[in-house]
T-cell receptor
Framework: GENVEQHPSTLSVQEGDSAVIKCTYSDSASNYFPWYKQELGKRPQLIID?????GEKKDQRIAVTLNKTAKHFSLHITETQPEDSAVYFCAASHYNQGGKLIFGQGTELSVKP | DTEVTQTPKHLVMGMTNKKSLKCEQH?????MYWYKQKAKKPPELMFV???????INESVPSRFSPECPNSSLLNLHLHALQPEDSALYLCASSQDQFAGGQSGELFFGEGSRLTVL
C-alpha cells in the first residue's frame, strides 16, 4: 500500500524566512496531494492541494510543487509569520484506494519573532 | 455552512462505561469519516461511510461501533474502552468518498477529546 514519508519532523525558522517541508510517496498511482495545517488544539485544515496533472500551485505565501517522476512533493511557505506556527501534514491518495488519504508523520513548524 | 460539528468536545469515561460521540454536517456531503489522533501524530482513519453505508473499516476493535443514522449524522458508540484509546477523535466529511479526486477537500470537525480512566 501507499506510504508517505515527511521531513523534517521539526523546523524552526525566524520570522520572515522561508520554510520548506518535503514528502515522498511510494504509490505511483497516487494523484491527489493535500497539505493540512493543524494549530495546537484545533482541527486539521486544508491549506493547499495539488493534483497529479499539475506541477506547481501557489496561493499567496504558500506554494506546493510536485515531481511525479521522483514521487515527491513539497510545501513552501515564504515570509513566515508567527501565526504559521503549527503542525503540517502532507497526504496522498488515489481514486482506486477509495480516496483514502495516507498522511505523512507531520512537521512541527515554529516561527520565532 | 462549511462546518462539521462534534459533540461532546471533551469526554472522560471509565473502562466499563458506554458513551457516544456525535458528528453533524449540513454541507450535503455524502461521505463521512471517523479518525483517531494522538498528540502531534497524523490522523488515523477508522471508518468511512459513503451514502450512509459503511465503506471502510480499518480493522478497528469492536469496542468502537459506528453508526450513520442519515446523511447528515455520524455517531461513534464506545464500550469497554482501554486507557490506550484515549485520543482526539475527529469526524470529517467530503462531497463523496473520493475526497479530492473530483470532489474537493476533506472537512474536519474540532474533535472530541476522549480520556479513558
Amino acid at each position: 500500500g501507499e506510504n508517505v514519508e515527511q521531513h523534517p519532523s521539526t523546523l524552526s525558522v525566524q520570522e520572515g524566512d522561508s520554510a520548506v517541508i518535503k514528502c515522498t510517496y511510494s504509490d505511483s498511482a497516487s494523484n491527489y496531494f493535500p497539505w493540512y495545517k493543524q494549530e495546537l488544539g484545533k482541527r486539521p485544515q486544508l491549506i493547499i492541494d495539488i493534483r497529479s496533472n499539475v506541477g506547481e500551485k501557489k496561493d499567496q505565501r504558500i506554494a506546493v510543487t510536485l515531481n511525479k517522476t521522483a514521487k515527491h512533493f513539497s510545501l513552501h511557505i515564504t515570509e513566515t509569520q508567527p501565526e504559521d506556527s503549527a503542525v503540517y501534514f502532507c497526504a496522498a491518495s488515489h481514486y482506486n484506494q477509495g480516496g483514502k488519504l495516507i498522511f505523512g508523520q507531520g512537521t512541527e513548524l515554529s516561527v520565532k519573532p | 455552512d462549511t462546518e462539521v460539528t462534534q459533540t461532546p468536545k471533551h469526554l472522560v469515561m471509565g473502562m466499563t462505561n458506554k458513551k457516544s460521540l456525535k458528528c453533524e454536517q449540513h454541507m450535503g456531503h455524502r461521505a463521512m469519516y471517523w479518525y483517531k489522533q494522538k498528540a502531534k501524530k497524523p490522523p488515523e482513519l477508522m471508518f468511512v461511510y459513503s451514502y450512509e453505508k459503511l465503506s471502510i473499516n480499518e480493522s478497528v476493535p469492536s469496542r468502537f461501533s459506528p453508526e450513520c443514522p442519515n446523511s447528515s449524522l455520524l455517531n461513534l458508540h464506545l464500550h469497554a474502552l482501554q486507557p490506550e484509546d484515549s485520543a482526539l477523535y475527529l469526524c470529517a466529511s467530503s462531497q463523496d468518498q473520493f475526497a479530492g479526486g473530483q470532489s474537493g477537500e476533506l472537512f474536519f470537525g474540532e474533535g472530541s477529546r476522549l480520556t479513558v480512566l
